[in-house]
Each structure stands twice: as structure tokens, then as C-alpha cells.
């Protein structure tokens, strides 16, 4: 008899690939490497502001938007061919180094997967390539006319695949972003907690790192 799937869902920036480290590069060679870290804040103060007020925009124009009120806020000059440095820089941002080996196993333990990100097709294509494992597909902010943490990409995921939601989990790193809106539409969720940050409300399962991942989802769901 064949098992019902069981699907996992995947933020991807910050959760497998090094969103902060990619980001603070880039503001690092542009501006000032020894304020990179208030610079990072600033990013993460601006963005979902952007997101939020202008959900049809492609993820690159929303890094370029932040980028240049970053430069703007702090009386920098940001000249016209570096507006898209962080579209540029992305495809090589570093994928955490337990990423590969956890999807690999959660694939074996039966597993399909699926990204749900704040970005653009191509961007996620060549994250995902970089990654080394195969998603069976990805909701991208860009296509849909929406960010998390509104609640449209969950929503066209079940669309697209038709899947049980009781055999569904969501694993992401950033609490606002994604463990807030899976908590209010009911989905399991595991918090990979790489900051060490305190948050409420709570995911079904906290780790540090992808390690052990494959262990927590079959904890939440059996295979059956």
C-alpha cells in the first residue's frame, strides 16, 4: 500500500542559505565594514515595511528599494550600478554547511519538498542548485503578489499540491516571517532558531541547526 506523502516546507534565506552573511557583505564593501552590523539592523528594520506596502514588487526591487533608503538614512552614496548589488550577490550567498546533508535524509525518511520564499524564481532556482538537493517545487513572493508573513503562500501551496494538511510541517528560521503564520493557520512548524532568539508564540519543535532535522519531522508526523 502506498504511504500518504508527507511534505515539509521551507523557508530558504536564513534558513538554508545565509541571508544575514550574504547581506552583510554587501553592505560591508559598499558602506563601511566596521558598522556592518547597525547597517544589517537597519536592513532588517526597512524591509518588511517595503514588502509590506508594495507586495508586487520582484524581490530584487525590494533589496534595492531597502538598499538604497539604507544609503539615503545614513547620507551615503549609492551610485546608479550597485542599486542591484544584492540581486547580484545573492545566487552566491553561502548554504549553511548541515543544510545538504539533513534535506538528503528527510528525503530518504520520505519527505518531498517545497520552498516558500520572499523572492524571485531565478533567485530560488540558483539557492536551490547551490543547495545540491531537489525541491519538488517553490510558492515565489514575486509570482503570487505576496510576502510573508501574510498567509498566501501556504494557502497556494495547498492549491498546488492538493496534500493533507495533517502531514504537512514548516520549518523556517525567522519567527516573524514564517512561525507566526504558521501558528495561525494551524500548521506544525520547526523553528530553526540559528540566533538564539525568544519568541512567542512557540514552534511544535526548536532546533539550532538543520542537524537532527529529519528526526523532528518524523516526530511530528509518522509515516503511514
Given amino acids: 500500500m502506498a504511504r500518504t506523502p508527507r511534505w515539509a516546507t521551507f523557508d530558504c534565506y536564513g534558513t538554508l542559505v545565509d541571508w544575514n552573511g550574504g547581506i552583510r557583505a554587501e553592505l560591508s564593501r559598499l558602506f563601511s565594514a566596521a558598522d556592518s552590523e547597525r547597517l544589517l539592523g537597519f536592513y532588517h528594520a526597512i524591509e518588511p515595511g517595503i514588502q509590506r ?3 508586487d514588487a520582484s524581490y530584487r526591487e525590494v533589496m534595492a528599494s531597502t538598499l538604497a533608503e539604507i544609503a539615503a538614512d545614513i ?20 548554504v549553511f554547511p548541515e543544510v545538504p546533508g539533513a534535506l538528503a535524509e528527510a528525503q530518504r525518511n520520505g519527505w518531498q519538498l517545497y520552498a516558500l520564499t520572499n523572492s524571485d ?12 538537493v531537489p525541491f ?23 492549491e498546488i499540491t492538493g496534500t493533507d ?3 504537512h510541517v514548516h520549518v523556517a528560521q525567522s519567527h516573524f516571517h514564517d ?4 501558528a495561525e493557520l494551524g500548521i506544525p512548524s520547526v523553528w530553526i532558531n540559528r540566533l538564539g532568539e ?4 512557540p514552534p511544535t519543535v526548536e532546533l539550532e541547526t538543520l542537524d537532527g532535522l529529519a528526526a523532528a519531522l518524523d516526530g511530528i508526523v509518522a509515516p503511514g
Avoid: C, M, N, T
Fill in 53 to 55: 506596502d508594495r507586495p
Fill in 179 to 182: 512561525i507566526v503564520p504558521a
Fill in 75 to 94: 547620507g551615503a552614496s549609492l551610485p546608479d550600478g550597485e542599486r542591484d548589488s544584492l540581486g547580484r550577490s545573492l545566487p552566491s550567498w553561502p
Fill in 136 to 158: 519538488d517545487g517553490a510558492v515565489v513572493a514575486s509570482e503570487i503578489g505576496s510576502y510573508k508573513p501574510a498567509h498566501r503562500h501556504w494557502q497556494v501551496f495547498y
Fill in 121 to 132: 524564481r531565478d533567485l530560488i532556482e540558483a539557492s536551490i542548485s547551490s543547495i545540491g
Fill in 165 to 167: 494538511r495533517s502531514r
Fill in 198 to 201: 525568544r519568541a512567542s508564540p
